[in-house]
């Protein structure tokens, strides 16, 4: 039996070292050979899991889409797919050598730009590790363009995207992650918990959006001279719905793959994604029921995404039912977050700030309050500062920019072409050429 078993890890070895250039499998001990296996596999499961976040771009296009109006669908599918592809370059040439490259300080990271780590002699891990870090800078950013629907200049926005992704979130996730790879941040030196990005991710992405909400104003109609509020309702519900669904499947490359490593730990971290988002849902759909008289669905998949973004900080380090309490929690803020922005009257069309600034927040605490290991006033205060200096960073350079960006070029576009729709008036198109839009209003 064993030497059966040895067959088959010697002929896996062998196809992975001639493609590598390694030793001659044969001459090779039993241990180097199991940590051959241990290495090849954690370069596909990171990999994979890298696909599963990238795929969430889809699931984020659906979403903005389906709960805006059909006369800007053209418009949102372009804004997710620039920001991935100019965020990709921006990433690629400055973000990844301030986030994971040298830093002395623990402040911001100074190697690693155009990938210059990677070399003929150089560990080509580097490659799968900028694959997968690549894509949650493109989540950070693609958050910001749901709260920024249906008014936002396209060349406004094509400008703040390369920015978030070569410096806003690079700098701050620097900060809490930077030992993944070269650098070293200063939160993570005080015992930050943020495992696959609550906070870094998530919380950056929802005080950007937040930011950018309040620089640019409410929609036109959105809010009443008498400090009313009027619904504006998306043109596609279900479309919505299945972009959830695509970001609940991509959460699993998400958490799980923050491990970079294909070992038994992922099962538990599987286990706790899907539970927090089961119970935000079941938690907003029931508080919306009650708040509102029906259970609406448009706050049901959000509480399925605050589910989802609340577990990601604690995803490893804690317990399934803290887990179901973690997203029961998201799923209750998460309702009232989005009734108070609306009060206050910033316009967030898909509740982005509430999903993900508020309880990426929230997430990151409750990561500090279940620890499996136990908790202390000094983890507790840990996080705060985590959470404090995210929102403080974040919100005030991403600020800075949405203001020079409209000072200078311009963020939002005129009355006349928010009413026409920016699908016609950004990009000379229509989603929709053979359907009659149909309006729909509340009595």
């Not at 909400?213 to 036109?220: D, H, K, N, S």
């Not at 919306?288 to 990601?312: R, Y």
């Not at 009232?336 to 700030?353: E, L, N, T, Y």
């Amino acid at each position: 039996m064993k030497a059966i078993t040895l067959f088959f890890v010697y002929s896996f070895i062998g196809l992975g070292v001639v493609w590598a250039g390694e030793p001659d499998p044969t001459a090779i001990t039993n241990k180097e050979a199991i940590d051959l296996v241990q290495t090849h596999a954690n370069y596909v499961w990171t990999l994979v899991a890298a696909v599963l976040v990238f795929f969430m771009q889809a699931g984020f296009a659906l979403v903005e889409a389906g709960f805006t109006r059909a006369k800007n669908a053209i418009n949102i599918m372009m804004k997710n797919l620039m920001d991935f592809s100019m965020g990709t370059i921006a990433y690629w040439a400055i973000g990844f050598g301030l986030m994971f490259g040298v830093s002395k300080s623990g402040w911001i990271g100074t190697s690693g730009f155009f990938l210059s780590d990677f070399g003929v002699d150089k560990d080509p891990w580097v490659l799968a590790f900028w694959m997968f870090q690549v894509v949650f800078a493109a989540t950070a950013a693609t958050i910001v363009s749901g709260a920024m629907a249906e008014r936002t200049k396209f060349s406004g926005y094509l400008i703040y995207s390369v920015f978030i992704s070569a410096l806003v979130y690079p700098i701050f996730g620097g900060w809490a992650w930077g030992s993944l790879y070269n650098g070293s941040g200063w939160l993570e030196g005080l015992g930050f918990i943020d495992f696959a990005g609550s906070t870094v991710v998530h919380s950056v992405g929802g005080w950007a959006a937040l930011a950018g909400a309040i620089v640019l104003g409410p929609r036109i109609g959105k809010y009443t001279k008498d400090g009313g509020i009027k619904p504006i309702l998306g043109h596609n519900i279900p479309m919505a719905a299945l972009g959830v669904f695509i970001l609940w499947v991509g959460w699993f490359g998400f958490n799980p793959g923050s491990t970079t490593t294909a070992d038994k730990s992922i099962a538990m971290i599987f286990v706790n994604t899907n539970l927090a988002a089961a119970a935000g849902a079941i938690f907003a759909m029931f508080v919306s029921w009650i708040k509102f008289g029906k259970p609406d669905a448009g706050m049901s998949l959000n509480g399925a995404l605050a589910g989802l973004v609340a577990i990601t900080a604690g995803c490893a380090n804690v317990s399934p039912t803290s887990a179901v309490i973690i997203g029961s929690i998201a799923g209750i803020i998460v309702v009232f977050s989005v009734v108070f922005f609306d009060k206050i009257k910033v316009d967030d069309p898909v509740g982005a700030i509430s999903v993900h600034g508020v309880n990426g927040a929230w997430g990151t605490l409750a990561a500090g309050i279940f620890n499996i290991g136990g908790t202390t006033a000094t983890i507790i205060g840990v996080q705060v500062v985590g959470i404090l200096s995210c929102f403080a960073w974040t919100f005030v350079t991403a600020f800075i920019l949405f203001k020079t960006i409209d000072t200078f070029f311009g963020l939002r576009v005129s009355p006349e072409e928010e009413t026409t729709g920016l699908d016609f008036t950004e990009h000379g198109g229509n989603a929709y050429p053979d359907f009659e839009v149909s309006t729909y209003s509340q009595q």
